[in-house]
């Protein structure tokens, strides 16, 4: 029994220290937590634009920034049902690609598979990262929100573009 209330004061001792130093992490960032008090009023919002530039096997390998990992099935191959994507897609906050040395704002990484066989309609799972921030404001930390993509161009199978509205509803300012 002396050893259970032993291991039980030590657990109460590391719940203690882990509660103390997150208090102290907060205070040290000195952030003050906001939350939009209106679904039409976020804290922040932000408009960005992803480009997909699929490999057609041939000659765009200096260009390309996704790649099928599987053929469509023989179900429907006028809706590519079945085939799967693999990207990392260049970011802007303009909807040109970068030109020249421009370094995208982000990548977005992740796949995309064709769902539907009647007509085009694709599944995404994608990440955001961020280029790196030497020093970086702390804009988004902890934040939340919502992000809303829609087609904005595209060139057959070859390239399209995405549009994503992001608005962050709850920021540490």
Not at 13 to 20: A, D, N
Not at 63 to 88: H, I, Q
Request: hydrophobic share 40%; net charge neutral; charged share 20%.
């Amino acid at each position: 029994m002396q050893g259970l209330a032993a291991s039980s004061k030590l657990s109460l001792s590391v719940v203690v220290v882990l509660f103390l130093l997150g208090l102290a992490s907060a205070a040290a960032h000195g952030r003050k937590r906001i939350v939009s008090s209106s679904s039409d009023e976020p804290c922040t919002k932000m408009t960005l634009y992803l480009h997909d530039i699929l490999y057609n096997g041939v000659n765009n390998t200096a260009n390309a920034t996704s790649a099928e990992a599987t053929k469509p099935t023989a179900l429907s191959k006028s809706t590519f049902f079945g085939e799967l994507v693999v990207f990392d897609d260049p970011v802007t906050e303009r909807n040109a690609l970068p030109v020249g040395k421009e370094v995208p704002v982000a990548r977005g990484q992740g796949f995309y598979f064709y769902d539907k066989k009647e007509s085009f309609n694709a599944w995404f799972g994608l990440s955001l990262v961020f280029n790196s921030v030497v020093g970086g404001t702390g804009d988004f930390f902890m934040t939340r929100g919502i992000a809303t993509l829609q087609l904005d161009a595209n060139e057959g199978t070859a390239y399209f573009r995405l549009k994503m509205d992001i608005k962050l509803y709850e920021c540490y300012v």
